[in-house]
């Protein structure tokens, strides 16, 4: 099993920058791929970017690409979203997934609680 705990949420401005961040404790956190996904009222959840378990590769949903960094941290068992230049639509619940297939949109097995991110425009 794999118990994953998100933190960093919070209210912001349209342009403003946000890091969340994920612990992750459990099984072998360097073993496994590690994804964002983010789920906006009355919409389903929905991928957001995700890294490989070495932190070598990285694959992003289109909407993000280019304003959205993920990254990981294997002797601190974390994986981090550094979102730049928010928007409005980004507003929504982010949860952090275990084990995403590789160059994937799809969801892993384990999930978060989630932390909201509210983007006023």
């Known amino acids: 099993q794999v118990q994953l705990v998100e933190s960093g949420g919070g209210l912001v401005q349209a342009g403003d920058s946000l890091r969340l961040s994920c612990a992750a404790s459990g099984r072998t956190f360097s073993s496994y791929n590690m994804g964002w996904f983010r789920q906006a009222p009355g919409k389903e959840r929905a991928f957001v970017a995700a890294?490989?378990?070495?932190?070598?590769?990285?694959w992003y949903a289109d909407s993000v690409k280019g304003r959205f960094t993920i990254s990981r941290d294997n002797a601190k068992n974390t994986v981090y979203l550094e979102m730049n230049s928010l928007k409005h639509e980004d507003t929504a619940v982010y949860y952090c997934?275990?084990?995403?297939?590789?160059?994937?949109?799809?969801?892993?097995?384990?999930w978060g609680q989630g932390t909201q991110v509210t983007v006023s425009s």
């Open positions: 890294i490989s378990w070495s932190g070598t590769s990285t």
């Open positions: 997934n275990s084990n995403p297939p590789a160059w994937t949109m799809r969801r892993g097995d384990y």
